[in-house]
């Protein structure tokens, strides 16, 4: 980036042949992770295995730590913090640590979903996640569930991702039928209470009462052996049903559900799972952020911060020091310019598809409420790096001051008194069932995480 007027680069003016063609291949690996990775369980699982091939084990609180261990803690199997102990003195040099969250917005079903009518079995949801609720409507569906029966056996399942498979269903309004709503205000337009999932029209016949509901909680029965009852113990969302394809003649772009954040996630993911550094790093991949990172598997919950202490303990090392030595990379998705709705951006100060991995100072909202806003110095520290290991990058804001914004995880992560900051990938239709982003972003963000972690 020389010369006295800063302007963005796109990758494709400046990247080699041997780079175009790295980030194809990673596009393609991370479309793989993406298509079996749609909700935190399944994130899970995928990282589960990549890290017992990269040779990572098992952790759990007690056991001993030495230099050199490559470690995972699985929690709740809905959030995983993957570590490897570096050769160097803990306490003065920190830790390097990457976080990024593994749930996307979706649509959970209600404890008791099951209902009837017009010759239609329905279930009822509630939204998880920010979610425009048109986007949901004659869209098509899978379900992805755990279930913990009467007797305390649980099981998985997932229904609508094999071509063979049914899906799932949510009507919309036909259009000789709108004009009434055409003059509603939008945000009246949609109730989530109209968000039911078609799943059944056929009649059971051995019931003369509610036919329909009847009809699948027999094939439910049969398949899995549930209840309408265990509905109650489950957790069960609809999610796009969608695989991750590349978009474009010239296939530039990836659309895929849940680039948010797992376009953030799987680079941090490989950046671990390869990285050869003397220092102490760690990838956290978190649950409920998109619902404020409540709960015990969100970012607010105490375990980050135990385990941080019980690598401490193992070393003789004050966490107060280690936290104060640590850096954190808050690896979270960010908006791209849209020229579709180019007057909710600030021009200059939004990103840009394909120029590269997004480092933003602040997020927040109003001010910068309710945002981390890292240091210059950090800032500095982390610009320089990705100068020095040839990372394309750019800065930018989500959109325009006073029309919206939004929070990660740094501010959570930055409280514990770790230098924190955040960078991600530029996403179109961020929160959408089929968000777009630019390959090259993807491996730039990649690339930024490896440097982060050299
Ligand atoms: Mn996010
Ligand atoms: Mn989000």
Same mark, same amino acid.
């Given at each position: 980036?020389?010369?006295?007027?800063?302007?963005?680069?796109?990758?494709?003016?400046?990247?080699?042949?041997?780079?175009?063609?790295?980030?194809?291949?990673?596009?393609?690996?991370?479309?793989?992770?993406?298509?079996?990775?749609?909700?935190?369980?399944?994130?899970?699982?995928?990282?589960?295995?990549?890290?017992?091939?990269?040779?990572?084990?098992?952790?759990?609180?007690?056991?001993?730590?030495?230099?050199?261990?490559?470690?995972?803690?699985?929690?709740?199997?809905?959030?995983?913090?993957?570590?490897?102990?570096?050769?160097?003195?803990?306490?003065?040099?920190?830790?390097?640590?990457?976080?990024?969250?593994?749930?996307?917005?979706?649509?959970?079903?209600?404890?008791?979903?099951?209902?009837?009518?017009?010759?239609?079995?329905?279930?009822?949801?509630?939204?998880?996640?920010?979610?425009?609720?048109?986007?949901?409507?004659?869209?098509?569906?899978?379900?992805?569930?755990?279930?913990?029966?009467?007797?305390?056996?649980?099981?998985?399942?997932?229904?609508?991702?094999?071509?063979?498979?049914?899906?799932?269903?949510?009507?919309?309004?036909?259009?000789?039928?709108?004009?009434?709503?055409?003059?509603?205000?939008?945000?009246?337009?949609?109730?989530?209470?109209?968000?039911?999932?078609?799943?059944?029209?056929?009649?059971?016949?051995?019931?003369?009462?509610?036919?329909?509901?009847?009809?699948?909680?027999?094939?439910?029965?049969?398949?899995? !052996?549930? &209840? =309408?009852?265990?509905?109650? %113990?489950? @957790?069960?969302?609809?999610?796009?049903?969608?695989?991750?394809? *590349?978009? $474009?003649?010239?296939?530039?772009?990836?659309?895929?559900?849940?680039?948010?954040?797992?376009?953030?996630?799987?680079?941090?993911?490989?950046?671990?799972?390869?990285?050869?550094?003397?220092?102490?790093?760690?990838?956290?991949?978190?649950?409920?952020?998109?619902?404020?990172?409540?709960?015990?598997?969100?970012?607010?919950?105490?375990?980050?911060?135990?385990?941080?202490?019980?690598?401490?303990?193992?070393?003789?090392?004050?966490?107060?020091?280690?936290?104060?030595?640590?850096?954190?990379?808050?690896?979270?998705?960010?908006?791209?310019?849209?020229?579709?709705?180019?007057?909710?951006?600030?021009?200059?100060?939004?990103?840009?598809?394909?120029?590269?991995?997004?480092?933003?100072?602040?997020?927040?909202?109003? !001010?910068? &409420? =309710?945002?981390?806003?890292? %240091?210059? @110095?950090?800032?500095?520290?982390?610009?320089?790096?990705?100068? *020095?290991? $040839?990372?394309?990058?750019?800065?930018?804001?989500?959109?325009?001051?006073?029309?919206?914004?939004?929070?990660?995880?740094?501010?959570?992560?930055?409280?514990?008194?770790?230098?924190?900051?955040?960078?991600?990938?530029?996403?179109?239709?961020?929160?959408?069932?089929?968000?777009?982003?630019?390959?090259?972003?993807?491996?730039?963000?990649?690339?930024?995480?490896?440097?982060?972690?050299?």
């Amino acid at each position: 980036m020389e010369g006295l007027i800063y302007k963005k680069q796109n990758f494709y003016d400046i990247a080699s042949e041997k780079e175009i063609k790295d980030a194809e291949n990673f596009a393609g690996e991370y479309m793989q992770f993406l298509d079996k990775a749609k909700t935190e369980r399944e994130a899970c699982r995928e990282a589960v295995i990549l890290a017992e091939q990269a040779g990572f084990k098992q952790f759990d609180f007690g056991q001993k730590l030495k230099k050199g261990d490559k470690r995972y803690f699985l929690n709740h199997n809905k959030e995983i913090i993957l570590f490897k102990i570096g050769s160097n003195n803990l306490e003065e040099a920190g830790m390097k640590i990457i976080g990024a969250h593994i749930d996307s917005p979706r649509l959970d079903l209600k404890p008791n979903p099951v209902f009837e009518e017009g010759g239609m079995c329905y279930f009822k949801t509630h939204y998880y996640g920010g979610i425009r609720k048109y986007q949901y409507l004659t869209s098509p569906l899978s379900l992805h569930g755990a279930v913990v029966k009467a007797n305390g056996e649980k099981f998985e399942f997932v229904i609508g991702e094999n071509q063979d498979d049914p899906i799932f269903y949510i009507s919309d309004l036909l259009p000789h039928l709108s004009q009434g709503q055409e003059e509603q205000k939008l945000r009246e337009v949609f109730s989530g209470e109209q968000l039911n999932l078609v799943v059944g029209g056929k009649t059971s016949k051995k019931q003369k009462e509610q036919k329909l509901k009847n009809n699948v909680l027999e094939i439910l029965k049969s398949r899995f !052996g549930m &209840s =309408d009852a265990d509905f109650m %113990s489950s @957790e069960i969302s609809a999610v796009p049903m969608h695989k991750a394809r *590349e978009v $474009g003649f010239d296939r530039a772009f990836i659309a895929g559900y849940g680039h948010d954040d797992k376009s953030c996630a799987y680079p941090a993911l490989r950046a671990i799972l390869e990285s050869k550094s003397d220092e102490t790093v760690m990838v956290w991949l978190v649950d409920k952020e998109e619902i404020g990172s409540e709960g015990n598997t969100g970012a607010q919950s105490k375990l980050f911060e135990d385990l941080i202490d019980e690598i401490c303990d193992n070393f003789n090392a004050s966490p107060r020091k280690v936290r104060r030595n640590s850096k954190c990379l808050s690896a979270d998705v960010t908006s791209a310019y849209d020229p579709n709705y180019s007057t909710v951006f600030d021009k200059t100060n939004v990103a840009q598809v394909s120029c590269g991995t997004c480092i933003m100072k602040y997020d927040g909202a109003k !001010g910068k &409420s =309710d945002s981390n806003d890292a %240091s210059a @110095e950090l800032m500095g520290e982390l610009r320089k790096a990705m100068e *020095e290991a $040839g990372v394309l990058w750019q800065t930018g804001e989500l959109g325009r001051v006073d029309l919206g914004g939004g929070g990660t995880i740094s501010k959570f992560i930055a409280k514990l008194n770790i230098d924190t900051i955040d960078i991600g990938v530029p996403v179109i239709s961020m929160h959408a069932p089929y968000e777009l982003i630019s390959k090259a972003d993807l491996y730039s963000t990649y690339k930024a995480f490896k440097a982060f972690f050299k």
